[in-house]
């Protein structure tokens, strides 16, 4: 670890509270577990006790990896260069928190690096200990497992063993998913950092895959299915936001009600019709497998509530992921240049309708 990201964290302790000091520090040792317990690829594809398997999904993302930025003209660096072996399935758990009368990510502020609408914890035990605490506080809470995640270039990210559950295409997804984030970062805007990174994953793990023919026609029906099961999911959290506050709902058994019927009458049917419509049966219809809370519900639109618009705005410009990520970093030069006020992303698609007139 180098001075200046030493002096970011000593910065962290100072300025946190006690409790969150005491995440910090949880963290922080977990990270550098992960960090000593990692093997140069080198020394790991050469060993043999390691699976075939495993060698096989690590020079996937080698590939995955040196793809992403010849593409992207981008020196790569050293992510990835090295493995560690995990002795659980996942490497984290992430807590989302939502008060019971609306649908919106409680967002936790740290000084330097900014606000996040979620926690993570290397221990199940503590998020679920930071879970309940928020549930005393009065809050609904959402635990989900981690496979990946990234460090933001303040690390050198190593490749995890629990990429290795994915088949080879949601991997490469994955992949792309994780490198965007390094190459860009919206500071302060979770929500759409982590949207770009799901709209990139999925083409650029298109493209890599070169479909073809009707292969290409299927992958891009499931795209469109999906897109447009997720504008319905945003609809929907919409609609019940209004319902909450056209209630004037003030009580959490009483927010609770309201959510029931919601999913009974509104949510389940609803999304069950769209589902049909695109010929995918309930089975693997996947709003239908779970029983959502605001918590859950706020945990997906910070990862999908921001796609569309985002390829709409693609759309719009006519160009290919290189220049729309091109177009992007220019975006966001441009607003951190100027004296502006309020966020990137309205700055974004506010000049976006500008430059259309």
């Excluded at 140069?40 to 060993?47: G, M």
């Excluded at 992403?68 to 072996?85: A, D, L, M």
């Excluded at 029906?221 to 709902?249: C, F, H, P, T, W």
């Excluded at 949510?267 to 996947?286: L, Q, V």
Aim: hydrophobic share 40%; net charge positive; charged share 30%.
């Amino acid at each position: 670890m180098d001075v200046l990201r030493i002096s970011i964290f000593l910065s962290l302790f100072i300025l946190s509270s006690c409790a969150k000091f005491q995440y910090l520090v949880e963290q922080g040792v977990g990270q550098m577990k992960l960090l000593t317990k990692a093997r140069p690829n080198k020394e790991v594809l050469k060993d043999v006790k390691i699976s075939g398997e495993s060698k096989k999904k690590i020079r996937k993302v080698e590939l995955y990896k040196k793809y992403f930025f010849e593409y992207f003209q981008k020196p790569s660096g050293k992510i990835y260069s090295s493995t560690t072996f995990l002795d659980t399935n996942e490497v984290s758990f992430l807590v989302i928190v939502s008060s019971p009368l609306q649908v919106k990510a409680l967002e936790e502020y740290f000084p330097i690096v900014g606000s996040f609408p979620y926690l993570g914890f290397f221990h199940k035990k503590s998020a679920k200990k930071y879970a309940k605490r928020k549930e005393d506080d009065g809050n609904v809470t959402w635990i989900r497992p981690v496979y990946a995640y990234s460090t933001l270039n303040y690390f050198t990210d190593p490749i995890l063993s629990s990429f290795f559950h994915y088949s080879d295409y949601k991997l490469a997804e994955l992949i792309f998913h994780e490198l965007l984030h390094t190459v860009l970062f919206i500071n302060g805007e979770v929500d759409l950092s982590e949207a770009l990174a799901q709209y990139f994953g999925r083409k650029m793990a298109i493209e890599y895959f070169k479909f073809e023919g009707e292969a290409k026609r299927k992958k891009l029906r499931e795209n469109r299915a999906k897109m447009e099961i997720q504008k319905l999911l945003v609809s929907l959290v919409a609609d019940l936001n209004g319902i909450y506050k056209l209630k004037n709902v003030k009580k959490r058994a009483d927010a609770e009600a309201v959510l029931d019927d919601f999913l009974k009458k509104r949510f389940y049917p609803s999304i069950e019709r769209k589902c049909s419509e695109y010929g995918i049966s309930g089975k693997k219809c996947f709003p239908l497998k779970r029983r959502w809370n605001n918590a859950s519900l706020a945990a997906w639109l910070t990862y999908e509530g921001k796609v569309e618009k985002l390829a709409n705005l693609h759309k719009k410009l006519g160009v290919g992921m290189n220049g729309f990520l091109y177009h992007l970093e220019k975006k966001y030069d441009d607003f951190k240049k100027q004296d502006v006020s309020g966020t990137f992303e309205n700055f974004l698609f506010q000049t976006a309708i500008a430059g259309t007139k």
